[in-house]
């Protein structure tokens, strides 16, 4: 076989596997043997594959009970129904393609100092909001979550409280995204795997699997909305009065 250049250390470091690991999969059937040459076992690009769809298919939640059964299965397009899993599972509503910018750009749109600079760009990057590009500029990968802090600041709100914001965002829309992953896991995967993935079920399953993002998005703006209003009612009162303008 063309290719197969990699001892099975080599393997492991290039896959991030362990070498036990690597043995424990071929001797469940789950790996090709190696192409033995003068004693010494070489693998390839084939082998780093699968073991690559592998890592993948247990991050996803499969066990390897039911990885063997996908791939021994000929002709259920497993490669095809993870690549539709991962997609269903981290799709949004709209693709976004990343920008670039530059120190300068940035600090104009969001009215920075040069001496500040530093602090907030840091800032913006421990949130991910933006990404160094390794060329001095910046990657910014969701630029609509950019332009809301734009506005934000526009409004008269620091960008380091935007900042902020979004930190905390992000780690509740983990726990909520991670509460609902598990919750399908628990509820539709694993009886899927203990039932031995019949075929007449993957319809089903691809269904849910489909709209799970967009129903936990639905459920969380909705309840967003209702937990924003009431926050609002508590700053500002009950009355529905607009503060009177100054001076007034």
């Known amino acids: 076989m063309a290719g197969n250049t990699l001892t099975i250390e080599q393997l492991a470091a290039e896959t991030g596997m362990s070498v036990r690991n690597i043995r424990s999969h071929q001797a469940r059937g789950l790996l090709a043997p190696p192409e033995v040459r003068l004693r010494v076992g070489y693998y390839g690009p084939d082998h780093v594959a699968r073991l690559r769809l592998i ?47 530059t120190t300068a750009q940035l600090g104009r749109r969001f009215r920075v100092s040069a001496e500040d600079a530093a602090a907030v760009l840091a800032k913006a990057e421990a949130v991910g909001v933006l990404e160094p ?52 896991v628990r509820d539709v995967w694993r009886p899927f795997q203990e039932a031995g993935m019949p075929p007449e079920l993957w319809p089903e399953i691809d269904e849910s699997i489909e709209r799970l993002r967009p129903l936990a998005s639905d459920a969380l703006l909705a309840i967003f909305q209702q937990r924003m209003r009431a926050q609002i009612q508590t700053a500002f009162g009950d009355s529905g009065e607009r503060p009177a303008p100054a001076g007034r």
């Open 55 to 101: 890592r993948d298919l247990q991050q996803e939640g499969f066990n390897l009970n039911g990885i063997k059964r996908l791939l021994d299965d000929e002709g259920t397009g497993t490669e095809e129904r993870l690549q539709r899993f991962k997609r269903a599972l981290t799709s949004t509503p709209f693709d976004e393609r990343a920008q670039t910018a």
């Open 133 to 184: 590009d390794g060329d001095g500029g910046y990657l910014v990968p969701s630029p609509s979550l950019l332009a809301v802090a734009e506005e934000v600041v526009g409004r008269g709100i620091s960008l380091e409280g935007a900042l902020e914001v979004f930190e905390e965002l992000e780690t509740h829309a983990d726990a909520v995204a991670r509460a609902f992953v598990k919750l399908f």
